[in-house]
Protein backbone atom coordinates (compact mmCIF):
# COMPACT_ATOMS: atom_id res chain seq x y z
CA UNK A 1 0.00 0.00 0.00
CA UNK A 2 2.96 2.50 1.05
CA UNK A 3 4.49 1.74 -2.33
CA UNK A 4 1.27 2.57 -4.44
CA UNK A 5 1.13 5.44 -2.44
CA UNK A 6 4.78 6.49 -3.32
CA UNK A 7 3.99 5.45 -7.07
CA UNK A 8 1.45 7.57 -7.01
CA UNK A 9 2.83 11.11 -5.54
CA UNK A 10 5.75 10.50 -8.13
CA UNK A 11 3.58 10.13 -11.20
CA UNK A 12 1.96 13.08 -10.10
CA UNK A 13 5.37 15.30 -9.61
CA UNK A 14 6.24 14.43 -13.67
CA UNK A 15 2.77 15.56 -14.38
CA UNK A 16 3.34 18.71 -12.46
CA UNK A 17 6.77 19.30 -14.22
CA UNK A 18 5.82 18.96 -17.47
CA UNK A 19 2.83 20.79 -17.56
CA UNK A 20 5.29 23.94 -15.89
CA UNK A 21 7.61 22.92 -19.06
CA UNK A 22 5.22 23.35 -21.32
CA UNK A 23 3.28 26.52 -20.11
CA UNK A 24 6.89 28.19 -20.10
CA UNK A 25 8.10 27.11 -23.81
CA UNK A 26 4.45 28.58 -24.45
CA UNK A 27 5.08 32.02 -22.43
CA UNK A 28 9.08 31.97 -24.00
CA UNK A 29 7.71 31.70 -27.89
CA UNK A 30 4.27 34.00 -27.38
CA UNK A 31 4.38 35.56 -30.77
CA UNK A 32 3.64 38.83 -27.79
CA UNK A 33 6.90 38.38 -26.28
CA UNK A 34 9.43 37.78 -29.75
CA UNK A 35 11.67 40.31 -29.94
CA UNK A 36 11.92 41.51 -33.91
CA UNK A 37 15.77 41.70 -35.42
CA UNK A 38 15.75 43.41 -38.82
CA UNK A 39 17.34 41.17 -41.07
CA UNK A 40 20.94 42.54 -42.32
CA UNK A 41 22.28 41.14 -45.49
CA UNK A 42 25.43 38.57 -44.81
CA UNK A 43 28.58 37.96 -46.00
CA UNK A 44 29.10 34.88 -48.40
CA UNK A 45 32.37 34.29 -50.14
CA UNK A 46 32.89 38.10 -49.79
CA UNK A 47 29.64 39.14 -51.52
CA UNK A 48 27.06 41.12 -49.59
CA UNK A 49 23.73 38.78 -50.27
CA UNK A 50 20.56 41.38 -49.81
CA UNK A 51 17.69 40.56 -48.28
CA UNK A 52 14.53 39.55 -49.44
CA UNK A 53 13.20 43.05 -49.41
CA UNK A 54 16.22 44.60 -50.95
CA UNK A 55 16.13 41.78 -53.37
CA UNK A 56 12.27 42.54 -54.01
CA UNK A 57 13.46 46.87 -54.62
CA UNK A 58 15.63 45.52 -56.69
CA UNK A 59 13.82 43.34 -58.84
CA UNK A 60 10.83 46.15 -58.93
CA UNK A 61 13.10 48.78 -60.10
CA UNK A 62 14.59 46.76 -63.21
CA UNK A 63 10.97 45.99 -64.10
CA UNK A 64 9.85 49.70 -64.32
CA UNK A 65 13.37 50.17 -65.97
CA UNK A 66 11.89 47.71 -69.39
CA UNK A 67 9.25 50.13 -69.69
CA UNK A 68 10.70 53.53 -71.23
CA UNK A 69 8.94 56.92 -71.01
CA UNK A 70 6.46 55.83 -68.90
CA UNK A 71 5.39 59.93 -67.87
CA UNK A 72 2.13 60.83 -69.66
CA UNK A 73 3.93 63.77 -71.43
CA UNK A 74 5.10 64.45 -74.54
CA UNK A 75 8.71 62.61 -74.36
CA UNK A 76 6.43 60.07 -73.63
CA UNK A 77 3.88 60.22 -76.12
CA UNK A 78 6.59 60.24 -78.97
CA UNK A 79 8.76 57.35 -77.45
CA UNK A 80 5.63 55.12 -77.08
CA UNK A 81 4.22 56.20 -80.46
CA UNK A 82 7.68 55.78 -81.95
CA UNK A 83 8.07 52.16 -80.57
CA UNK A 84 4.70 51.66 -81.57
CA UNK A 85 5.89 52.83 -85.37
CA UNK A 86 9.44 51.16 -85.87
CA UNK A 87 10.73 49.72 -82.04
CA UNK A 88 12.66 53.37 -82.08
CA UNK A 89 14.92 52.84 -85.01
CA UNK A 90 16.26 55.83 -86.85
CA UNK A 91 16.86 53.80 -89.69
CA UNK A 92 13.97 51.53 -90.17
CA UNK A 93 12.34 50.98 -93.81
CA UNK A 94 9.24 49.03 -93.76
CA UNK A 95 7.80 47.00 -96.66
CA UNK A 96 5.61 49.97 -97.68
CA UNK A 97 8.50 52.20 -98.11
CA UNK A 98 8.06 54.19 -95.13
CA UNK A 99 11.22 55.97 -93.08
CA UNK A 100 12.59 56.64 -90.19
CA UNK A 101 12.05 56.20 -86.41
CA UNK A 102 7.89 57.33 -86.68
CA UNK A 103 7.95 56.19 -90.31
CA UNK A 104 7.27 58.99 -92.16
CA UNK A 105 5.71 58.43 -95.98
CA UNK A 106 7.48 60.44 -98.61
CA UNK A 107 4.39 62.43 -99.82
CA UNK A 108 4.17 63.78 -96.38
CA UNK A 109 7.91 64.69 -96.21
CA UNK A 110 7.48 66.37 -98.93
CA UNK A 111 4.71 68.58 -97.21
CA UNK A 112 7.11 69.50 -94.63
CA UNK A 113 9.53 70.53 -97.73
CA UNK A 114 11.40 67.53 -96.16
CA UNK A 115 13.87 66.14 -98.85
CA UNK A 116 13.68 62.18 -98.29
CA UNK A 117 17.16 61.54 -99.21
CA UNK A 118 19.51 61.19 -96.55
CA UNK A 119 16.03 61.62 -94.19
CA UNK A 120 17.28 58.05 -92.18
CA UNK A 121 20.83 59.21 -91.31
CA UNK A 122 19.66 62.37 -89.40
CA UNK A 123 17.89 61.69 -86.40
CA UNK A 124 17.68 65.62 -85.59
CA UNK A 125 15.56 66.17 -88.38
CA UNK A 126 13.39 63.41 -87.62
CA UNK A 127 12.92 64.53 -84.53
CA UNK A 128 12.28 67.86 -85.61
CA UNK A 129 10.35 66.47 -89.11
CA UNK A 130 7.95 64.42 -86.02
CA UNK A 131 7.04 68.06 -84.18
CA UNK A 132 6.48 70.10 -87.24
CA UNK A 133 3.61 67.48 -88.28
CA UNK A 134 2.22 67.28 -84.78
CA UNK A 135 1.92 71.22 -85.16
CA UNK A 136 0.57 71.21 -88.63
CA UNK A 137 -2.17 68.33 -87.65
CA UNK A 138 -2.97 70.25 -84.64
CA UNK A 139 -3.72 73.19 -86.84
CA UNK A 140 -5.88 71.36 -89.09
CA UNK A 141 -7.85 69.54 -86.02
CA UNK A 142 -8.04 72.34 -83.66
CA UNK A 143 -11.83 72.26 -84.35
CA UNK A 144 -11.76 68.60 -83.65
CA UNK A 145 -9.68 68.97 -80.25
CA UNK A 146 -12.03 71.33 -78.83
CA UNK A 147 -15.43 69.69 -79.88
CA UNK A 148 -14.64 66.11 -79.32
CA UNK A 149 -11.98 65.88 -76.39
CA UNK A 150 -13.52 64.12 -73.22
CA UNK A 151 -16.64 62.52 -75.33
CA UNK A 152 -16.38 59.09 -75.86
CA UNK A 153 -16.96 57.25 -79.14
CA UNK A 154 -17.19 53.44 -79.80
CA UNK A 155 -16.38 52.86 -76.41
CA UNK A 156 -13.08 55.18 -76.54
CA UNK A 157 -12.64 58.03 -74.73
CA UNK A 158 -11.42 61.05 -77.30
CA UNK A 159 -8.57 63.43 -75.81
CA UNK A 160 -5.90 65.58 -78.28
CA UNK A 161 -3.51 63.08 -78.03
CA UNK A 162 -5.42 60.25 -79.24
CA UNK A 163 -6.74 62.52 -81.98
CA UNK A 164 -3.07 63.47 -83.06
CA UNK A 165 -2.09 59.98 -82.61
CA UNK A 166 -4.71 58.76 -85.03
CA UNK A 167 -3.58 61.33 -87.94
CA UNK A 168 -0.39 60.25 -87.66
CA UNK A 169 -1.51 56.88 -88.83
CA UNK A 170 -4.22 57.54 -91.07
CA UNK A 171 -3.75 61.49 -91.76
CA UNK A 172 -5.96 64.23 -90.49
CA UNK A 173 -9.00 63.92 -92.75
CA UNK A 174 -9.46 60.13 -91.66
CA UNK A 175 -9.76 61.06 -88.39
CA UNK A 176 -12.18 64.12 -89.38
CA UNK A 177 -13.99 61.73 -91.06
CA UNK A 178 -14.26 59.49 -88.07
CA UNK A 179 -14.82 61.98 -85.53
CA UNK A 180 -17.85 63.50 -87.41
CA UNK A 181 -19.39 60.68 -88.30
CA UNK A 182 -19.50 59.47 -84.59
CA UNK A 183 -17.20 56.62 -85.30
CA UNK A 184 -18.94 55.22 -88.60
CA UNK A 185 -16.31 55.85 -90.92
CA UNK A 186 -13.20 54.07 -90.05
CA UNK A 187 -10.03 53.02 -92.29
CA UNK A 188 -7.20 50.84 -91.33
CA UNK A 189 -3.74 51.04 -92.69
CA UNK A 190 -2.24 48.68 -95.06
CA UNK A 191 -1.41 46.44 -92.36
CA UNK A 192 -4.97 46.43 -90.72
CA UNK A 193 -4.21 49.06 -88.00
CA UNK A 194 -7.33 51.22 -87.51
CA UNK A 195 -7.24 54.30 -86.05
CA UNK A 196 -9.46 53.30 -83.20
CA UNK A 197 -6.61 51.41 -81.89
CA UNK A 198 -4.38 54.87 -82.21
CA UNK A 199 -6.94 56.81 -80.52
CA UNK A 200 -7.49 54.68 -77.80
CA UNK A 201 -3.46 53.53 -77.17
CA UNK A 202 -1.56 56.63 -77.17
CA UNK A 203 -4.68 58.80 -75.42
CA UNK A 204 -4.23 60.87 -72.27
CA UNK A 205 -0.77 62.16 -72.42
CA UNK A 206 -0.01 65.84 -72.26
CA UNK A 207 0.68 67.35 -75.37
CA UNK A 208 0.04 71.50 -74.36
CA UNK A 209 3.59 72.16 -75.59
CA UNK A 210 3.04 71.54 -79.22
CA UNK A 211 1.71 74.98 -80.68
CA UNK A 212 -0.70 74.56 -83.66
CA UNK A 213 0.60 75.78 -86.49
CA UNK A 214 -0.67 76.04 -89.91
CA UNK A 215 2.91 76.08 -91.91
CA UNK A 216 5.48 74.93 -88.95
CA UNK A 217 9.29 75.80 -89.92
CA UNK A 218 12.15 73.30 -89.81
CA UNK A 219 15.33 74.72 -88.82
CA UNK A 220 17.31 72.25 -91.07
CA UNK A 221 20.87 73.19 -89.46
Do not use: C
Not at 6 to 22: D, E, G, M, P
Not at 176 to 196: C, V
Amino acid sequence: MKRKILNTIKWLSLAVLLFSLVSFANEMFDENTIEVVPVKPVQHHNQVVPTQAEWQKDYQKKEIAKIPFVEKDFVGFKEALAFKESQGKYNRVNTLGYLGKYQFGRSTLRELKINPKGFLNNPLLQEKAFVANLEKNKWILRKEIKHFSGKWINGIKITESGILAAAHLGGAGAVQKFLWSRGRQSMKDAYGTRIEHYLKKFSGYDLSNIQPKKKPDIDLE
